[in-house]
């Protein structure tokens, strides 16, 4: 393992992509305090910590962090108690011991790097939490493994053969689907590899994974190369093939004279699927490559259509291997066609691409997938919005339901969401200004009015802050909350 880097320094990419990070609390836009190492909320006081300069952006980064620190902590233990074990094992079997040995060795190697997410963690957790989170069982995978890292950035013939496999489908519904070049996110985006590609294709990449280490794997690469170990126990023709000692480097062997590249227009955070920071229908495109059978698609499908532009594109690729316990959300390809129908997105094109999964050459055993890759866009929805100027009356379409969310300290009052029920079922997400737009629309007043009006109680000084309001007033008008009155 090469020597320690606790603070990986990515800010400046991120600088660039604030405009289009939001709050998970309030959804105004975030901003980077790099000195601080943390983005801060531009409206509540919610602040995302970036240990190792690694963002968080989570609804509870603190929880999260502090979290992952104990599961590291329980971890190590456990792994220092095998690697005992081990040694014990070799003095009482001499004729394995070296292998024993090799294995123990392994282990140790592979746990200084786990060792060092541990000490970047420790220094975000939060210690008041601990004692609770301590007794917790593990609750997310991912947390541990080097196979993904093995695939991606050893540059191994049979991680390379599974890249392409991916990456040559992928791209070819990338230039015949994608509305535009703006922008992807990859969700569930592992070791990073395929995020990394993306920056041929698109301006800007957001990766993004509710794994520390996976974040931390695709980050740390750009100091320097990672070394660490596949250790095998069985499917094994050779003593020697137990251990195998990977150096990950974010440059092929062939290049690996050039100076690093800087991570620039991708943007690797960590982050969570049912949740993602990122601004309503900004994004061109949306891939999610091995991840579909991972968390229900029914849990976060609201949120890919959320994100997508009119017309953006979404891409599958992977089998449905559930790795879920509840059976009523395992879909069928046929059922999970049906989701994105009702959903509003037109169907695109499908394959089956096979290919094998993260296969060891060294290994008697390994996976082949009958991946099912497809791609969808999401229908404009209606313009109700289209036709609007500052002049336009607005009212209520109907009876508006809503609930707030918030929380009173000693000293003050923090953050307030909005959550308005919408026709379909879904709901609206907003900060509590939404509410204060609402009391303002009765059918009489203009935009422009009820802007002038507004500021009397926020700062909208600058234009950029007025025309926010009218993006507000706009996407209540897309949802149907508010409408146009018809000018005779
Ligand atoms: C099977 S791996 C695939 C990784 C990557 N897409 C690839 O093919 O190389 C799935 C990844 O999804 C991540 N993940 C699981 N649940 C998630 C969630 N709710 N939000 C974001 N990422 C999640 C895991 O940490 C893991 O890295």
């Not at 060795?105 to 957790?125: F, H, P």
């Not at 535009?180 to 993306?198: C, K, S, T």
């Not at 990766?207 to 320097?224: G, V």
């Not at 009523?328 to 499908?350: I, K, Q």
Request: hydrophobic letters at 40%.
């Amino acid at each position: 393992m090469e020597g320690s880097l606790s603070q990986i320094v990515s800010a400046p990419g991120f600088l660039a992509a604030q405009e289009d990070l939001i709050c998970l609390h309030c959804r105004q836009p975030l901003e980077l305090q790099s000195h601080q190492e943390l983005f801060l909320c531009r409206r509540c006081p919610v602040s995302y910590p970036m240990p190792g300069g690694i963002p968080v952006l989570l609804k509870d980064s603190s929880t999260y962090i502090t979290s992952m620190f104990s599961q590291y902590s329980r971890h190590l233990l456990s792994e220092s108690q095998l690697a005992k074990e081990l040694e014990i094992s070799a003095e009482k079997n001499p004729r394995r011991k070296n292998m024993l040995l090799n294995w123990k060795q392994a282990m140790d190697g592979n746990s200084l790097y786990i060792k060092e997410i541990q000490d970047t963690l420790q220094k975000s957790a939060d210690i008041n939490q601990l004692a609770s989170l301590l007794l917790q069982p593990s609750e997310i995978s991912y947390a541990t493994g080097f196979d993904y890292l093995r695939r991606d950035w050893c540059w191994l013939p049979e991680g390379e053969q599974e890249i392409e496999a991916i990456e040559q489908n992928i791209e070819s519904q990338i230039a015949r689907y994608a509305p535009d070049f703006d922008n992807v996110l990859i969700i569930g985006a592992g070791a990073g590899r395929v995020a990394w590609d993306m920056r041929k294709q698109f301006s800007r990449v957001f990766a993004m994974d509710k794994s520390f280490l996976m974040a931390h794997q695709f980050h740390r690469l750009f100091k320097e190369d990672i070394r660490f170990f596949e250790i095998n126990t069985k499917n094994l023709m050779h003593n020697g093939d137990g251990i195998r000692m990977h150096r990950a480097s974010l440059l092929p062997p062939w290049e690996s004279e050039q100076i690093l590249p800087e991570m620039d227009t991708v943007n690797y955070f960590v982050g969570d699927a049912l949740s993602v920071p990122i601004r309503d229908h900004s994004l061109s495109c949306i891939l999610s490559v091995y991840f579909t059978d991972l968390v229900p698609l029914r849990s976060y499908l609201g949120e890919i259509k959320r994100l997508l532009k009119p017309g953006g594109l979404f891409i599958h690729f992977g089998p449905l291997d559930y790795h879920f316990e509840n059976l009523s959300d395992r879909l069928s390809a046929n059922e999970v066609r049906a989701e994105f129908s009702a959903a509003g997105f037109s169907w695109g094109t499908e394959k089956e691409v096979i290919s094998t999964h993260l296969k060891s050459s060294v290994s008697m055993v390994y996976k082949t997938y009958k991946n099912w890759m497809f791609s969808v866009n999401r229908k404009p929805d209606t313009d109700y919005s289209a036709g609007l100027i500052e002049s336009s009356v607005i009212r209520l379409k109907r009876e508006v339901l809503y609930e707030t969310k918030g929380s009173i300290t000693v000293d003050t009052e923090l953050l307030k969401e909005v959550n308005i029920a919408l026709p379909a079922g879904d709901t609206y997400q907003g900060a509590d200004s939404v509410l204060d737009i609402l009391r303002l629309v009765d059918g009489q007043k203009t935009i422009s009015e009820v802007v002038d009006m507004l500021a009397t109680e926020y700062d909208l000084s600058s234009q950029s802050s007025r025309r926010e309001v009218v993006d507000i007033i706009r996407s209540l008008i897309d949802k149907e909350i508010i409408q146009i009155i018809p000018s005779c």
